[in-house]
Every structure is written in structure tokens, then in C-alpha cells.
């Protein structure tokens, strides 16, 4: 049975300056490092939200063989507060949209862009999530 999400995990080739964009843009430094057999840093790992879920980059010489290297599969959406300021402050740090602002309800709103380092970022303001929280 699924209990929640452990590691949504998001490759970088540049792994220095994915840790330095995602640093920026969450407003926190990742809590753990790992490095890798040649004893360069081959994993950063963020706590985030209100559950603390782990958001982990991986240095992309890392990814398993035949992986796709682009955009595309499933997409995580994390819920945020703000969806129309979250979204340009992604655009403006050099996100590329991937979904736009697509209201699937009342209450339940997604976007979602391309990181510089080719990873989908979900995003969401759902008003359910919001209720589950409050109680």
C-alpha cells in the first residue's frame, strides 16, 4: 500500500547549479549530500512542505540506461498557495512553461514548467488539499 511519497527525484547533468537553482527558488538549502563513488557529490536532497517530503537531485551521469532523457512521464504536482506568483517566479529563474494554468474544477488548478535541467515540476492549488490540512 502506498503511505506517501518518500523521494521525488529530478536529475541534473550540472548537479552544482541545479542544487544552487532549486536553493533559490525554494528558499532553503538542501539538509543532505551523498556523494558518489569518485567522491564527488552525486545527490542533494531538500525537505519540503508541510510534510516534509524529499525532493532529491541526482547527478544525471546517475540516470538508469534507456531512461528518457527529456521531459515527459508522470508529473508530481506540489501544492502552493500562490499558483499564478509560484508559476512566474519559476518562469522568471528560466523555467519553461509545460502545462499553463489549467482549472480542472472548482478549487483544483494545475501548471506545470520544464527546469533548467530538463526535470517537470508540477504545481497545484487544490482547495481539498487545503481541507485535508485543516482538520
Known amino acids: 500500500m502506498l503511505r506517501g511519497p518518500a523521494t521525488t527525484s529530478f536529475w541534473a547533468h550540472d548537479l552544482e547549479a541545479a542544487k544552487r537553482w532549486y536553493t533559490e527558488f525554494l528558499g532553503i538549502e538542501p539538509y543532505f549530500d551523498r556523494a558518489g563513488p ?14 516534509e517530503h524529499e525532493l532529491g537531485l541526482i547527478d544525471g551521469r546517475f540516470r538508469a540506461p ?53 526535470n517537470v515540476l508540477g504545481i497545484m492549488h487544490n482547495r481539498h488539499y487545503l481541507e485535508v490540512r485543516g482538520r
Open 66 to 118: 534507456g531512461a528518457a532523457s527529456g521531459p515527459g512521464g508522470a508529473v508530481m504536482h506540489w501544492h502552493v498557495d500562490d499558483l499564478q506568483g509560484t508559476l512566474d517566479t519559476l518562469l522568471s529563474m528560466g523555467a519553461e512553461q509545460y502545462q499553463p494554468l489549467t482549472e480542472h474544477g472548482p478549487g483544483f488548478v494545475t501548471a506545470s514548467v520544464v527546469d533548467p535541467f530538463g
Open 38 to 51: 569518485d567522491g564527488r557529490t552525486a545527490y542533494y536532497e531538500f525537505r519540503v512542505g508541510d510534510e
